[in-house]
């Protein structure tokens, strides 16, 4: 059986040996909107729990406007120039809009890549600005949550009279969904508050994982930050298969979050009747495999479905290699996850770890292998797993020894896919 992969900007075929029960789980999405322009101008002018955006912006002389980075792909050339209509509109000054790419703790944007994220047109008319958790004083501090988190926030989105999040809403591994209060924390916010958010207390809870939402700890410690910041208006949308929007919605950013979940979670769950034996994933390709720390959210999307014990196949480009250099240095510091658990306990969070706490989780249930081609290959007995030179050689390894007509699950797209057991 042939099946295409999600790998990289291009893909990738894989002929799949026939003995076995295979499921396919393609990324299951609403058919894309006929008119999502005409649906962008609906939800600014008729948005959830706000006022129309205009009415928010007027009286106002500054915004700020936090998007997702290249990591992300987020429409923002479809649902920024509505947004910037309406705020001229309202009266704010051009000079007075502030794009802020939401970088949490991965690398600034280039020149170009910005130019890709927002669109050249608005890249060279407005304000676009990296922002730079490593630089405390470019952020406020807003006091402490309630369970304890130093807030600080970057002053440019906390200062500006109106302060709104674009992004899109899909399965996350550690707070349930993206969208909504993740373009402000982690993403606008220093160094000093993301280190807390994602130390073991939250990373370890079997709560704070794709799906889950309501009973996340570190979601409504995330509302809770965002609201100490103003967050006064979010724009979201869900993406279809082809990555068109789906759905849009907008308004205050609890309400309207919440929204666009149901929506995706409705749209998107594929239920199993039971686990399965071994499962080929990816991380969706192109932009989310990029980097072997993005990469890892397909295993840890997959490992909802497969049997304790069982394996775990992850194929994923990884052109940019490892990621930052403190994860780099954590891949070869620890060869062991249990080396990592242990020495990372009680000890100061780092920068990265916190995708190794929720890969631990991953590995101390299944097998994990890989294929990784653009990861070096001096990091490969460090990967708490094992990496294969070909791909046919990592989905042979996949199926050695499994029994004939054993379950296996194929996800060609990887973290888009949000999959559970009826017995989850």
Known sequence: MRVDLAFGRSGIPVELPAGYAYRVLEARSATPLEDAGGALEAALDRPIGTPPLVELARGKSTAAISVCDITRPTPNRQTLPPVLRRLEAAGIPREGITILIATGLHRPASEAEIRQIVGPEIAARYRVANHNARELGEHRRLGTSASGTPVWIDERFVSAGLRMSLGFIEPHLMLGYSGGRKLVVPGLAAQETIQVLHNPHFMRQTLTSEGSLENNPLHHEFLEIARMAGHDFMLDVALARDRRIAGVFAGDPVEAHRAGVAFVSRVMLELLDEPVDAVLTTSAGY?????????????????????????????????????APEFRRMLKEYPTDRQFLDATASAPVVVDQWQLDKFAMVTAKAKVLFYVPGLAADYYPTLWGTAYPSLQAAVGALLAGLPPGAKVAVIPEGPYVLAKTRAA
């Open 287 to 323: 932009p989310l495999d990029l980097t072997f720390y993005q990469a890892l959210k397909g295993a840890t999307a997959a490992q909802h479905i497969v049997k304790p014990g069982g394996r775990i196949l992850l194929v994923a480009a990884c052109e940019e290699g490892p990621g």
